[in-house]
């Protein structure tokens, strides 16, 4: 049997703990229907008091404390509510007792915004790990040494888990329930809770928001002559020309203030337009690539598939506001 701790403090998300539970309880339920053991043992862990009043109007009761917590296979860090420095500030010890606990061997898993804690800890540093896409940008700023991966439901290394943001961090612990228990278990459990257990890309949720956390005045005017003439064709001659820069030093320069190239933030810029045209209305893709400033349909669907994860009619399909 599995030992899993389940980390819960103030600020935790309800469901990013009690979902988890719900999983990890009904696969031990199906296999005590099958005659067969179950699989996982589960403790509330906090740092110091028992009862956990939530931000909401919910309770959580913990089992036991950091210091009375003992042999464990997996510690889980679910997400949180609030802004990051003060959340991670208020867990400092708990951060610790994860980075002292994994010293020793015990696996890390973190679920949506947990991914906070992990990094908090030094447990990313040189290593891949993904998270809610809202927090990628802020967490490529705080943690330079970690390799954010936006697009990935998941990542498995070395003991370390991360998962994507919100219920899709529920496929990182159906992965875990396959590995833990196999693959027939957790096509189950997938069903059980209506899971898409193929999942592998988070993209398609993201909505892009111009990354702007960053203080060189240049490259801000330099974003916003590309959002406000996305749909014109410029090139990047002309946007490094509202900067006053050569073309090599204007590229160099954006990519460090924003993580993309000039021609990589044209691009998200044209596809979110494109996202939202085709979330509205039902105009022609051919019209709506025109508009976006692409003239060729087999490069605009190209570029939205890689930046997506879909094609644009799988994402109309996907996201169409009914009439």
Request: aromatic residues 8%; contains cysteine.
């Amino acid at each position: 049997m599995k030992k899993i701790a389940m980390l819960v403090y103030e600020d935790v998300i309800l469901s990013s703990a009690s979902g988890v539970m719900d999983m990890l309880i009904g696969t031990n339920r199906l296999l005590e229907g099958e005659g067969e053991p179950p699989a996982f043992e589960i403790t509330l862990v906090s740092e110091k008091i028992r009862n956990i009043q939530l931000q909401v109007p919910a309770q959580f009761v913990s089992c036991k404390t950091l210091d009375e917590v003992g042999e464990t296979d997996l510690i889980l860090a679910p997400a949180f509510n609030g802004v990051p420095d003060a959340v991670l500030a208020k867990n400092e010890a708990l951060i610790r007792w994860l980075r002292a606990r994994h010293d020793e061997g015990t696996e890390v898993a973190s679920l949506c915004l947990g991914s906070y804690f992990l990094a908090e800890a030094g447990l990313l540093s040189n290593k891949c790990c993904t998270s809610h896409w809202m927090a990628i940008a802020d967490m490529q700023q705080r943690y330079p040494d970690v390799k954010l991966l936006a697009d990935i439901v998941m990542t498995d290394q070395e003991g370390i888990y991360t998962s994507g943001g919100a219920f899709s961090s529920l496929n990182l612990v159906l992965y875990l329930i396959e590995k833990f228990c196999g693959r027939d278990i957790s096509i189950q459990v997938s069903k059980m809770f209506a899971i898409d257990m193929d999942r592998v890309s988070q993209a398609h949720f993201t909505v892009f928001q111009g990354q702007r956390r960053h203080e060189d005045e240049e490259i801000l005017r330099a974003q916003s002559y590309i959002e406000q003439n996305y749909h014109m064709q410029i090139s990047i001659e002309q946007i490094a020309e509202q900067t006053n820069m050569s073309k090599r030093n204007f590229i160099r320069r954006f990519k460090s203030a924003t993580q993309n190239t000039p021609l990589e933030y044209l691009q998200r810029v044209k596809i979110e337009s494109a996202k939202k045209a085709l979330e509205k209305n039902n105009q022609n893709i051919s019209t709506l690539m025109y508009d976006v400033g692409y003239n060729d349909l087999k490069t605009f669907r190209s570029i939205f598939k890689r930046v997506t994860g879909l094609t644009p009619q799988e994402y109309r399909r996907k996201y169409r506001r009914s009439a």
